[in-house]
């Protein structure tokens, strides 16, 4: 892992192109080295003045008396790299780039951000930027940054891959009771990523919760495997803005019409671990829950209000959420009956009556908190003229203090709950405007502690029974004929090398053979004509089905040769195709799209023709596919309805797809070179299945 | 409609339970009505003081000099039918009824409410609550209310079933922007309903926007129709809580009211023209929107940013809304050009990039303001170093004020935007924190120019081609067999009555007859059991298929009539009905299920043994179906894809679809005794269909 600590905690740190013009960057980060508290030595570098903002100055990193354990950047982008060559030679291990001009100009850009990322690794230098507003650290402290307000201190640590949305959200959080541990400024991230800066926070002691906004993410070899070890110990909230291309790319097959473009990053992002957000709102809603509050262990959620309709709408809300409506066992009811007049209510949501006063909040949460059937609690308070808004505060924070379950608060209203509001956030309470934030927030506490019990095995990884020399072989003689499609018997011998089940098809390139490997088979047989350049086979009289005996297997070869030769004279098919026809089953899709980033991903659906009609359809990353996960995709589509035993109709053979799936994730992720692979339908039986229909594309 | 005007601008108004102690609901509505600016004369009833809070006091509303054109009602539940009957005498025609105790809490209440309603009725009353808070209207100025702060005023209604909800609302307000023109806290609504208000309201030129938080929808005999009248002239918006069946749980505990299922709620709104919102948050979003905007004509947004991420996000946020982002003409492009420096984008969204000055915001907006293809605009601001939050506002008031198109500000951040958001809201543009915002409500404003441009026909009610009476006698006879489940006979006799084609049944109650039946229609022939209480009629040989000649019919009912006994030798069937085979076709289903408050719901949807796997359905409620409301919930489902030719199978005949939807509208709301009704399938041929199996039942 990469070692980010002097680049957050510097005993030391220089700013080239530090200087005295007010407004320009250089004063203001030197500035607000000086006046945000930092501790350490400041050292400014300029070639022309001596001293800077009354500290002394030198005209190089390489001047210094010490070598400086972080060096900041801000001048022209034509000298950056002549720095960064001379901080290398220094040895100066950690840098932050604030100077513009590369990789996002295009052109000589990009030359000089290449040359940028090899000096950083030719030194070891972990380089944050170009084109970063730079970084902060509240607990150090420490702004680097261009920022004119050093953000509130806190634990949520805010990674951002747009300098100005970072500024923004430093000037909001003044007013939204967020705090930071650190905020960085992405830039090109062309040395340091978002990926190795998430797994540094994550052995971060004073950051909490990990909430990043960007716009693209890095190239990794195995970002799922990388983030997971991450997520399992602290939560990561992503807004990933943009759609990504890759889906789109390989329209072409069934499955690559099913996958939307953005499909690639909700998986990675799912299977990873980390939470995928759709707005800023809910970033920073969710980032200030993880900053506040300890995790439940369950979905049992209890609500206390002083108005009816704030308990209806959370209510709502839990049902969109899937959050469980704890009901309470009877020694809470006793307590809670205690608490509340009659005509308040005791059920969940305890509606503790527009003029509860703060004892009856403060024995309905105890009540409520101390039953372990509560896994968190939501307490709304709406302004009604007998609400003591502070009183109740108080109470919440001593309630709560007891016990180790999240507590929300909801304060609906505005001027009433300043001080409130203070008071909760400050001790470990995060408060919302509106219920449903509320019980939002709390589904993510909920999902985070679900995240930490996954199981991640790897049953792609342990699969050795598979014969991946025949499948080179295969691929191999058809790139030699300059095909990228499989015949039908080529993919057959695919899917027979990797363990797949399949309807046996064979190649006969006479009509002896065609006889001969029709008896092999059990009859009927099916014989088709074999070429890649024939579309439409049935249309030209290329397909006879029901075929019962070595002899019309022999005849028919030759008719279908004939109608092939009749319909183009130009085409030398391969041969024709003989193939067992199996008894009908509960029709599946399995297919593979290929991303440009995250490799393979598997579809999982109901088959037949209908399928792009019906777009029931699941994906997962082949790449660190779980069990559970194969689990997770079957039972999110409906065809798993028909597998399961529709209506006292016959149940399939689940093991059997669960066994396709990952043997299709193994295939393809063996052979990066299969661009496109389509299953479908594959026949479910209640014992076994058998796919029908293989397609295989080459890039 | 109901006159409501002296309501909210009354020239007097009298308070029984005008009371002297502070903190009594009498004492703050009197001082409310004294300190809040009402002009006009102000009584306080109270048997005992002869002065309040420096007013002269009656001891009797019937003591006072002139009949008031308001009273409000603050006193002990059992006094108030008494003091409503006395004001009726005295000719008083508006009232509102603070006091509790009635229909909520269940018992006594609910016959106090009774008799309350009744005497509202007698006596021609406008009763608003019992149990509300109150109403305001910042026009007049009328604070009869609970509240103790007036809210500030503006163009927004807002209706609240929640007391506590509505203080909650306007202590928000004062730091979100919000405006209101009235405040309605319903209460029981025992007398005005939420429907005659948001009714008025729509005449009420200080109101711009509706905005309702509701628990329960007052029955009303043409919701839709009702609405309709009002939605195509202004937004009304509604937060009905109590979706879920939890939630509704919770709110019959509330408010004694009663909830109905959530489909039949949003199919009614959505027919109504009414917008449905699901969060607080949303709902006042989006009222601030219709506060302030002019509407635009069509989908088309532009972005103005200084952030390129911020362009990003709301163009993801476009697409999630099926928003149009402009691509700008050549004049348009040309004058950008001049405005933006190269490094930013002329490409919408407009990147004015990190350092722009005022007046290359102004020139973009201005330019793109001017293009015809543009019919909105979001313009996002960041805190940057160089960013001038008040000139920009001041630059965007400027330009937006030339043109009527909705301009909406994202200014991204806190204190910093504190007087340009004041700024702007004062000057008709609405501002929010977050870019996805800022587009989710362009969508609203979108989506209402649409709602005006609506086409509300009556194709069921035109419908005279149906023989009500023949259905009257099947009834008569089903009811006088004491069954409740139509024979498929009969359901066939149903549906040729009203038009809608079928697969011809007829009931044999002899050999003779089944055979002469099935000569009558064309052979082959299905011959089945026809007895509603033998439900699995294959099971028992009960059904036979495929029959050719006369004669067979003739020995298979026979044998069908002996395996029914056979089987079930203590049921009497009612003979043996004669199906004519059709071909198949695409199936659909079309269907009714019957809501509580909103008569007959009309299901469409893919048909077929799945049904219920694929749950491929779309719902439309009977009263006030158009024509385009037909089309869009055809469109709303797959199996459309199938009706207009899927991959060169043949189309379906969406027409004879249409007419099917129509003619069993039609029939349900003809006949409220039918309790359900289920075609499944309907096979659909390129030119008609014909309904195969029809399933009536009666209440």
Redesign the interface.
């Known amino acids: 892992m990469t070692d980010l600590n002097k680049m957050f905690n510097p005993d030391s740190v220089a700013i080239v192109g530090a200087s005295n013009s007010e ?1 320009k960057v250089g004063y ?1 980060i030197v500035n607000n080295m000086i006046n945000d508290g930092f501790k350490g030595n400041i050292y400014p570098i300029n070639p022309k003045d001596d001293e800077i903002q009354g500290l002394k100055a030198y005209k190089n990193v390489s001047d210094l008396p010490e070598v400086p354990d972080l060096v900041i950047v801000s001048i022209p982008s034509v000298l950056v790299n002549p720095v960064v060559e001379e901080c290398g030679e220094f040895g100066v291990k950690n840098m932050v780039v604030i100077t513009a001009g590369f990789k996002e ?1 295009g052109g000589d850009g990009v030359e000089r951000e290449n040359q940028l990322v090899a000096l950083g690794e030719k030194y070891g230098i972990n380089i944050i930027g170009p084109n970063s507003l730079g970084i902060t650290d509240s607990h150090t402290p420490l702004n680097a940054s ?1 920022s ?1 307000i050093m953000p509130p201190e806190g634990n949520i640590a805010f990674i ?6 970072m ?3 430093i ?6 009771g967020i705090g930071f541990s650190k905020i960085i400024s992405l830039g090109n991230k062309a040395g340091t990523t978002e990926i190795e800066l998430i797994e540094y926070l994550s052995y971060d002691d004073e950051t909490a919760v990990v909430i990043c ?1 960007l ?1 693209s993410i890095t190239e990794d070899d195995d970002f799922v495997r990388t983030l997971r070890k991450v997520s399992y110990k602290k939560p990561v909230i992503i ?1 990933k ?3 990504s291309s890759a889906g789109a790319e390989a329209a072409s097959s069934h499955t690559g019409a099913l996958a939307g473009s953005d499909i690639a990053f909700d998986t990675a992002f799912k299977q990873s671990g980390v939470f995928r957000v ?4 809910e970033l920073f809603d969710v980032g200030l829950a993880f900053s506040k509050c300890p995790l439940p262990t369950g979905r049992n959620l209890a609500i206390i209000t ?8 959370s ?6 959420y899937n959050l469980d ?1 704890v009901k309470f066992d009877e020694k809470t009811n006793a307590r809670l009956k205690e608490a509340v007049p009659e ?1 308040g ?1 005791i ?1 969940n ?1 305890i ?1 503790v009556l ?1 003029d509860a006063p703060v004892i009856r909040y403060k024995e309905s949460l105890e009540a409520v908190l101390d039953s372990d059937d509560v896994d968190g609690l939501v307490v709304m308070v ?4 007998s609400a003591d808004a502070d009183g109740i505060a108080d109470a919440l924070v001593e309630g709560a203090s007891g016990f180790d379950k999240p507590v929300i608060a909801v304060n ?6 300043e001080n409130a509001n203070d008071v909760l956030r400050d001790n470990g309470i995060p408060t919302y ?5 509320a019980v939002k927030v709390f589904d993510y506490l909920a999902r985070f502690a679900a995240v930490q019990d996954r199981n991640y095995d790897d049953p792609v990884g342990e699969l050795d029974d598979v014969d991946k020399e025949a499948v080179e072989e295969i691929f191999a003689k058809v790139k030699a004929e300059e095909r990228d499609t499989l015949l039908g018997s080529e993919a057959y011998a695919v899917a027979e090398a990797y363990g797949i089940e399949a309807a046996p098809i064979k190649l006969a390139t006479s009509a002896e053979e065609a006889g001969q490997l029709a008896e092999e088979m059990e009859f009927p047989v099916v014989l088709k004509i074999a070429s890649d350049k024939i579309l439409h086979k049935s249309d030209i009289g290329g397909v006879k089905v029901g075929i019962q005996s070595k002899e019309e297997a022999e005849e028919v070869f030759e008719e279908i040769m004939a109608n092939a030769k009749k319909a183009h004279p130009d085409i030398v098919p391969n041969g024709v195709e003989v193939q067992k026809m199996m008894d009908s089953g509960i029709e599946v899709l399995v297919g593979m799209v290929r991303d440009s980033q995250f490799g393979p991903m598997i579809a999982f659906g109901m088959g037949g ?2 399928v ?5 359809v699941s994906f997962k990353l082949a790449k660190g596919l779980t069990t559970d996960e194969i689990a997770e995709q079957m039972e999110s589509t ?1 065809v798993m ?2 597998l399961k035993g ?2 006292g109709e016959a149940p399939g053979d689940i093991e059997a797809v669960k066994s396709a799936i990952i043997r299709i994730a193994k295939l393809t992720l063996d052979f990066p070179e299969i661009s496109e692979l389509d299953i479908n339908p594959i026949f479910v039986y209640e014992k076994g299945s058998s796919a029908l229909d293989i397609k295989i594309k080459l890039a």
């Open positions: 407004g203001i100009i261009f004119q951002s891959q747009s300098g100005a949305m500024v923004a959200i000037d909001w959080s003044v007013t939204s906004y716009e807004l803005s943009g759609s759709t707005t800023m709102d002083n108005a009816g309709g704030g308990g209806v709408l209510v709502d809300a839990m049902e969109r409506l005509e209510s059920k949501p509606d527009g709406c302004p009604t003229a609906m209203g505005g001027p009433i709950f405007v509106f219920p449903e934030t023709v209908l792009n009609l019906l777009e029931d409906k309805g028909l529709f209506r």
